[in-house]
């Protein structure tokens, strides 16, 4: 099985970077469910990613899991577990980006702004310029926001080498829960690859993220 599709996106990526239109818009024709070149990506749902457009993904081509963060979340890898078990795929990207809003909050602070905590509110309300609307009420769901670990910085704030490193630690955390989940195999002829990239939205260019390495500091 060839492994190399994800370095055949990275080029595309430095081609869309330098302004060269690299998706092709128009209705491909009839194609098989299993994605062509047997890739899953997992980004962020932030507006300035267009996935297809970024990486000159093919229609036809791969899965894309998108959620707020690109978090390697319970519902990601049951995603991916279909992805590559029925669906032939076996090499997966993560794809997180520079100025992402999940460096700007923790869980505790938007929990605490939806349950109605005055304090959270205000703080949440300054940091986006949208007054924060409480609900004054508790939830059993989500269990989680998945906020990236470490201290929190103004929304859309641009890349500096704290926020890097921290975009870094969680692309590590997705990409560790991905190769130690029991139901994806690593090995063997059914092996599946496990990269990880930040895209800086301010140049459109993907960097990769080394693996493994520190996962995260509350610090
Ligand atoms: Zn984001």
């Known amino acids: 099985m060839n492994h190399s599709n994800t370095d055949r996106y990275v080029g595309n990526n430095r081609q869309y970077a330098r302004g060269q239109s690299v998706h092709q818009p128009t209705y491909p024709g009839k194609q098989p469910i299993q994605p062509a070149q047997h890739v899953a990506v997992v980004a962020c749902m932030d507006a300035r990613l267009d996935v297809e457009d970024l990486l000159g993904l093919q229609t036809g081509d791969a899965h894309i899991i998108r959620n707020a963060g690109g978090v390697v979340t319970d519902d990601a890898i049951r995603c991916l577990i279909i992805s590559h078990h029925l669906l032939n795929t076996n090499e997966i990207m993560l794809i997180h980006h520079t100025r992402c809003g999940m460096l700007a909050f923790t869980d505790d602070l938007l929990k605490a702004g939806l349950e109605g905590d005055p304090a959270a509110e205000q703080l949440l309300g300054q940091a986006t310029g949208r007054a924060f609307k409480s609900s004054g009420t ?54 599946v690859t496990v990269r990880g990239f930040i895209y800086d939205v301010d140049t459109g260019t993907l960097e990769e993220v080394s693996y493994p390495g520190p996962m995260g500091s509350i610090r």
Request: contains cysteine; charged residues 20%; glycine residues 6%.
């Open 138 to 191: 508790c939830a059993a769901t989500p269990a989680a926001f998945h906020a990236f670990r470490g201290p929190i910085e103004p929304l859309d704030a641009p890349r500096n080498a704290q926020n890097i490193e921290r975009l870094a630690w969680d692309v590590r955390r997705g990409m560790s829960a991905i190769l130690n989940h029991p139901w994806i195999p690593t090995t063997g002829p059914d092996a």
